[in-house]
Each structure stands twice: as C-alpha cells, then as structure tokens.
C-alpha cells in the first residue's frame, strides 16, 4: 500500500531533505489531501509541532474530517494521542514520547511508533536528538504496545535516491507480526514493490510531488 504523507509548516505543504533543507511548497494540504486520499490513507506530519516551533492542530481537525489521516508530529503525552483519536485520526505517530508505558494507556490499533533512524541509530526530537539506540532494538521493545511502524531512514529522506533496503529486513523482522511503513527514499514503483513482497507500505512525499512516481 502507498501511503501519501503532507508534512505541514506554517500552514503549508512542504518538502525537506533530512528534515533540515527545504526543497518545495507543495501547496494548501487540503488540496493535497483530496488529491492524496484516493491512495487510502494519507500520513499528516507536524513538522512545526516536531521541531517545537508552533502548531497547525486547526488545520489538521479540519483534515481528518476530510479523510483517513494518520496524525504524527509533537505527539509527546498520552491526552494529545487521546485527543487525536477523539478528533478523528485514523491512528496517531508517535515518535520522541514513543515508551512501552506511554502505549499501555492507549488503543494499540491505533497507534503507530515511529522509529527514525539515521544509519541505523534511533533519532529524536525532530530529527535532531541522536540517541544510542539502534532501530531494531527499539522496535523489538515497542512491537507488542502498537499495532504499526513507521519506519523512517533520515539520511534518505527527500533524496529520492533510493534507501537501504538490508535495513528495512532487518526491522521487518524485528517487528514480527507487526505492521512496518517504510519511509526516505522510495521513488520508483519497483521500490514499492520490493516494499510490497515483505508486505511493508510505502510512505511517499517528494516523489509524488514532483511527479517521479
């Protein structure tokens, strides 16, 4: 499955490269978003509420009503996933907050743990915090909490150069059962069915904006 993703700043639809480079304005999300849908679910990212540098929770109400949306960015207590849940999201991403505990009060259906990794190691806060964990530990601790991953390899994100797919085995098989989304890098249909034989969905931004895929 493809899952188109509208990561949000200051209102907008943007694109970054490794989460730092602004590369395009992808226009108004909720244009986005009715174009998006058709896929199924789209993946809506708070890249202000991430990075702590402001929020954009009104447009993003106005977003799940629109259609299935599964809501991450700045997801850091367990009423702000509550509060998405009751707004109507899908599922909730949770990242930086992402803690056995934290999951235990929640829906595990609909919670997604997002697993950020640059070469390998777990990375937080934006992108910005390295932490020592490598990503398939801390997807071992998180699988029986959460009924999905998101997996994502930072240093591929908005390259569309490919992305390292030893790596996504690697965390496909510490998930176990558990459903994994890979993200950074897909670009070509043959990437997405490689992502499709191991039965992991695709999250994509840059290459459908631009139109490679």
């Not at 085995?169 to 890098?185: P, Y």
Request: glycine content about 10%; some cysteine; overall charge negative.
């Amino acid at each position: 499955m493809i899952v188109p993703s509208i990561d949000l700043m200051k209102g907008r639809a943007v694109q970054l490269r490794q989460g730092m480079e602004f590369l395009l304005d992808g226009g108004d999300p909720l244009e986005r978003l009715e174009q998006f849908r058709v896929a199924g679910e789209v993946a809506v990212i708070d890249l202000d509420a991430a990075m702590g540098t402001g929020s954009n929770t009104d447009l993003i109400h106005r977003m799940v009503r629109q259609a299935p949306c599964r809501v991450g960015g700045g997801v850091r207590d367990v009423n702000t996933a509550r509060a998405w849940h009751d707004a109507g999201a899908a599922s909730v991403i949770v990242g930086t907050a992402a803690t056995p505990e934290f999951f235990q009060e929640l829906p595990r259906d609909r919670m997604i743990a997002a697993v950020d990794a640059r070469a390998g190691q777990v990375v937080t806060e934006g992108w910005k915090a390295a932490t020592e964990d490598a990503v398939t530990d801390r997807v071992r601790r998180l699988a029986p909490f959460v009924g999905g991953f998101l997996f994502t390899q930072v240093e591929h994100e908005g390259e569309m150069a490919g992305f390292n797919r030893d790596l996504v085995v690697r965390v496909v098989e510490a998930a176990g059962k558990v459903r994994v989304t890979a993200a950074g890098g897909i670009t070509t249909s043959s990437d997405i069915a490689w992502l499709d034989s191991l039965d992991v969905d695709a999250q994509v931004g840059r290459a459908i904006y631009e139109g490679a895929l």
